[in-house]
């Protein structure tokens, strides 16, 4: 084994170059190429996005993906840094944030509002990556949203819905579905980035166009293999 692994358990008991992590909460099966997998052990990362700066803590082991920063989170986030205007005095929600970067960047760019949501695993995890980057609490919160139960909490008030990374469990779908209707309206919109690894993925965008959303790839970071989207709900 690698020198530069022998530290991390995981890879101690992996025999392949594909390893596949199960989350205890969704059952979800996620492949991951060993070349990158370290730097999703790392308890803290730094990333630069233009001239701003950010600590992400990271938390594998006891939460799992719901607690590291994926390339999703790092375009969607350099998008908005490139077209502050999206969210410059505008009110601003993540779904399934996990790490909360893109969130976090458009604290950093004025937003007048920015509401960070997570299932309740992952919220003292995010809510420590507020902290540690100093933001504005006026601002910036994190709340609880479990997908297509507590959407009596929400309303589609917010100017713009972003999300990194959220279309990989089949068996959310249909909640994840109802969520977006609840939250997105004619007068907002709905950015998203994601990798399209599976046939699932697909399928999950096949049912926003037949649920009556308009779906827009807008760009593709080649380098991370990573597709943005603008979804549009034209009921």
Same mark, same amino acid.
């Given at each position: 084994?690698?020198? #530069?692994?022998?530290?991390?358990?995981?890879f101690i008991t992996c025999l392949s170059i594909i390893n596949f992590k199960m989350t205890?909460?969704?059952?979800?099966?996620?492949?991951?190429?060993?070349?990158?997998?370290?730097?999703?052990?790392?308890?803290?990362?730094?990333?630069?996005?233009?001239?701003?700066?950010?600590?992400?803590?990271?938390?594998?082991?006891?939460?799992?993906?719901?607690?590291?920063?994926?390339?999703?989170?790092?375009?969607?986030? /350099?998008?908005?840094?490139?077209?502050?205007?999206?969210?410059?005095?505008?009110s601003i929600i993540e779904v399934g944030a996990g790490t909360g970067l893109p969130g976090?960047?458009?604290?950093?760019?004025?937003?007048?509002?920015?509401?960070?949501?997570?299932?309740?695993?992952?919220?003292?995890?995010? #809510?420590?990556?507020?902290?540690?980057?100093?933001?504005? /609490?006026?601002?910036?919160?994190?709340?609880?949203?479990?997908?297509?139960?507590?959407?009596?909490?929400?309303?589609?008030?917010?100017?713009?819905?972003?999300?990194?990374?959220?279309?990989?469990?089949?068996?959310?779908?249909?909640?994840?579905?109802?969520?977006?209707?609840?939250?997105?309206?004619?007068?907002?919109?709905?950015?998203?980035?994601?990798?399209?690894?599976?046939?699932?993925?697909?399928?999950?965008l096949n049912l926003l166009k037949e649920r009556d959303f308009v779906v827009t790839r807008?760009?593709?970071?080649?380098?991370?293999?990573?597709?943005?989207?603008?979804?549009?709900?034209?009921?």
């Open positions: 084994m690698p020198n #530069k692994f022998q530290n991390y358990p995981f205890t909460s969704n059952q979800a099966l996620v492949v991951y190429d060993e070349s990158i997998v370290p730097r999703h052990f790392l308890n803290l990362r730094e990333v630069s996005i233009g001239d701003f700066s950010l600590q992400i803590i990271q938390d594998w082991q006891s939460i799992g993906i719901a607690a590291v920063l994926w390339d999703s989170a790092i375009v969607l986030g /350099e998008y908005l840094h490139k077209n502050p205007d999206l969210v410059r005095n505008k976090m960047i458009a604290c950093r760019l004025d937003a007048a509002e920015v509401v960070l949501t997570d299932r309740s695993l992952a919220l003292d995890s995010l #809510k420590k990556n507020v902290e540690v980057n100093s933001l504005n /609490e006026s601002i910036i919160s994190v709340r609880e949203l479990e997908w297509g139960v507590n959407l009596k909490d929400y309303d589609n008030h917010y100017d713009l819905i972003i999300a990194a990374d959220i279309i990989y469990i089949e068996e959310t779908f249909e909640k994840l579905l109802e969520t977006l209707r609840h939250l997105s309206s004619q007068k907002n919109f709905i950015l998203l980035t994601c990798k399209i690894r599976y046939q699932r993925d697909e399928k999950f807008i760009g593709y970071d080649k380098a991370r293999d990573i597709i943005l989207f603008k979804i549009t709900n034209k009921s």
